[in-house]
């Protein structure tokens, strides 16, 4: 991977049937608009969206048809299966707009919001009640150091 990394004018990158697995590391790639990873060993959809979308900031086209991560009826997933595995990556690559050869609309956009934003929000929310409860303790500790002084 270290030579794509070199090709800094590269706009599509297709790495179909090569045995990538969800903890493949790609280089920061700015200029990639689109991915086609098709036919590979993806079976972590959060870890490998997360890199897609830090190395490739500006992706509008993603393709990953016939891995695990990405069901499909063609490949034994249900339909919840596949609207669900939709609006995980359209929510988390907000740009995109084909993914798996079908245009991402902004109804789908909407629901992919709106779906993650509820699983995002109430892990802030215990994330927030955690740091609210550690400042607390914090600051008791502190006041009663203050206190035996």
Excluded: W
Aim: charged share 25%; hydrophobic share 30%.
């Amino acid at each position: 991977m270290t030579l794509l990394s070199q090709l800094e004018k590269l706009s599509t990158l297709i790495l179909d049937c090569n045995n990538y697995t969800s903890h493949v590391k790609f280089p920061y790639m700015p200029s990639v608009t689109t991915v086609c990873i098709n036919k590979n060993k993806i079976n972590n959809l959060p870890v490998f969206v997360e890199e897609i979308r830090r190395k490739f900031p500006n992706i509008k086209i993603l393709s990953m048809m016939n891995n695990d991560a990405a069901p499909s009826y063609f490949n034994g997933g249900s339909l919840t299966q596949y609207k669900d595995y939709r609006q995980y990556v359209i929510s988390q690559i907000p740009g995109l707009e084909i993914l798996d050869d079908t245009e991402v609309l902004e109804k789908d956009r909407v629901q992919a919001r709106k779906t993650y934003r509820l699983h995002q929000s109430s892990h802030s929310s215990r994330k927030r009640k955690e740091d609210s409860s550690i400042k607390h303790t914090h600051m008791q500790k502190k006041s009663h150091s203050i206190f035996q002084q």
